[in-house]
DNA sequence: TTTGGCACTCGGACCGGTCGAGTGCCAGGG
DNA sequence: CCCTGGCACTCGACCGGTCCGAGTGCCAAA
């Protein structure tokens, strides 16, 4: 559709304005890369650019912008994925492998991908839903009220009060422990209900009760903790963007502290491949001007949880996407290891 | 000192100032407020507030505005505590009971000190220092690897792997179990250290190293923990401090970052009473044209923790003052009843 | 001690002119 | 047919000057 060259012109208008921040003119433009043609054809170009919706000019003569749809062009036909140099990989492995617990992991992976790009992090917890039980404990504080621990095998630990209808016996308690264990543990979070439906019958008559107590409180913390948890970090990078500020950065401010909206900036990514979300594609107002880069990460072939940056649409989107994936591969990593 | 109408003066000017944000004239004063007197007056006035370091002008010849000083003053003999009107009451109320758990109660406390004072709201979690055991659990994951559950009275769940030196029976690990549990249930954490201090001697010599372990990763939880969590809400309302912007936030929204640097603002406080540090006196640059509002909180008497607001120096006092005790003492009722 | 008057200052808004970057269009040349 | 150089035009940014008004400090009188 669009010739080569124009294209070309269109990456130079991206890389430029991304640099500058200011509109870029056709002159400015031929002088900065070796296009081999001169301002005016370039202006040519220009025009059918802005014909077609790729660019625009804030102003009639002022230089032009890339659009939303300019910046998709950009990111699908245009942009190479940057890989990240030697020094700055290195800083990645060994800022996360000093993490003690998922808790630090996921900080840390917060400061680094805010650090790396110079942009607002969000990273996801690893969701329950994907993951499988390492462990199921259960433990009496008082004669009738329990502790139900969860532990995951991302590490990620959930626990909740139990009060019991009746008191339950140290036996029982280790009985049931035990029962539950065998059946649960490595088994998916998804298949956990139909795994212990049964549990209840086993017992005596005395203990049904606070045997379907305990795995109605189970099921209910595997549905409620589904609801996602997230950490964001480097918000002060949102002050780099200079003019037009409060404007910009109030609605994002807002949004990043509703999970719910963040969720589903998240959610919509497909599953471990990296998603671009530009602008106006971001359907939620306030975000009208900003760019979503997401990735699912692992600790093995699958995705249990999402990490990205939050940037504005004028950002450095093959340094980015070089960084976002490669943090959600090292993290993945080394979930897989611990 | 000061005469009665100068102070009457000031605290015109500062409320003047707060509600307006522009530096505040003698004219517009007397027709404001019902001081009984001559714009001429209030220049004189004026002049002596100003000599003695009250209020400054930005520029010759444009209104007052109050020093860091002049807010100090207010703050300290001018303003009343403003209470909280019936309804917000009753919002608190119904808001914070509906929390289903600790890091409900965290969450929601945030959400609410910062739409009540449309400020930076800052809530500490319930200290591990001062708190008492509720209980400790172990439990066995793999023949060699332990995980150690400390649950405290505020129901806080702390949790930490255990790699054993030597595989340890189930029978000694129920003993051990039961052991630590009668010397630190219902203790201080700072009591623990000496409570456990001669246990491995009571154990058979195989057991003694892990023991040791054990004993060791509980001790320095108990430490590293002390390390304090927080949560912070309400950011957006930064943008609500117009002209001057990137300057004044960005620093903010670093030091918001710093849980250090933010630890030490509510530390700054002294137990239980309100604490009002008014710009400079933070001690931190960036933050010095910011006031912090923190008063402990707790389940008892004593504060577990502490709470409060990050704003412009130029903020309501005294309705912040009076939203942050309120809220403050009702998360300790829900403490204390949880 | 308060008050009214007065001269002075200074920042902000407003206005008009200039400058320059950038554009669109067009005619000529490879 | 596409590229190129030229040209007239547009429009925002910048600069300097003027005006206005709010606010001040000082002073003499009540």
Redesign the pocket.
């Known amino acids: 559709m669009l010739s080569e ?1 124009r294209l070309e012109v269109l990456r130079a208008i991206v890389q430029d304005y991304v640099g500058t921040e200011e509109p ?5 433009l031929t002088e900065r890369h070796r296009l081999g ?2 301002p ?2 370039v ?2 170009d ?2 059918v650019l ?1 014909e077609e919706g790729f660019i625009a ?1 804030p ?6 912008i890339p659009t939303d749809k300019g910046y998709r062009l950009f990111v699908d036909k245009l942009a190479a994925v940057k890989p990240l140099s030697g020094p700055e990989r290195r800083a990645i492995h060994s800022f996360l492998d000093s993490a003690v617990d998922l808790d630090d992991v996921v900080a840390r992976t917060v400061r680094l991908l805010a650090q790396l790009t110079r942009q607002v992090a969000v990273v996801q917890y690893p969701s329950l839903t994907r993951s499988t039980v390492r462990h199921v404990e259960l433990l009496s504080l008082a004669p009738a009220r329990l502790m139900l621990v969860l532990i995951t095998d991302t590490g990620r630990v959930e626990q909740r009060m139990i009060d019991c209808p009746a008191p339950f016996g140290e036996t029982s308690l280790a009985d049931l422990r035990a029962r539950l264990n065998s059946r649960v543990v490595g088994r998916r979070f998804t298949d956990v209900p139909q795994l212990v439906q049964d549990l209840p019958e086993s017992f005596e008559a005395d203990d049904r009760g606070t045997v379907s107590t305990v795995l109605s409180v189970l099921l209910e913390t595997l549905v409620e903790e589904t609801e996602e948890r997230l950490m964001i970090g480097g918000t002060a990078n949102l002050t780099r963007f200079g003019h037009d500020f409060p404007l910009t950065i109030r609605p994002v401010l807002e949004a990043l502290e509703e999970q719910v909206v963040l969720l589903k900036l998240l959610g919509e990514a497909k599953d471990s491949s990296m998603t671009v979300r530009i602008g106006h594609e971001n359907a939620h107002e306030g975000l009208t001007s900003t760019s979503v880069v997401a990735v699912g990460y692992g600790s093995g072939d699958e995705a249990v949880a999402k990490l990205g940056v939050v940037g504005p649409t004028r950002m450095d989107y093959p340094g980015t996407m070089g960084a976002v994936r490669a943090v959600a591969r090292y993290v993945g990593q080394i979930l897989a290891e611990s």
Chains 1, 2 share one sequence.
Not at 24 to 28: E, F, I, M, R, Y
Not at 59 to 64: I, L, P
């Open positions: 060259r870029v003119g056709s002159k400015a043609v001169s005016a054809t202006r040519n220009m025009a802005e000019q102003h009639t003569s002022a230089g032009r």
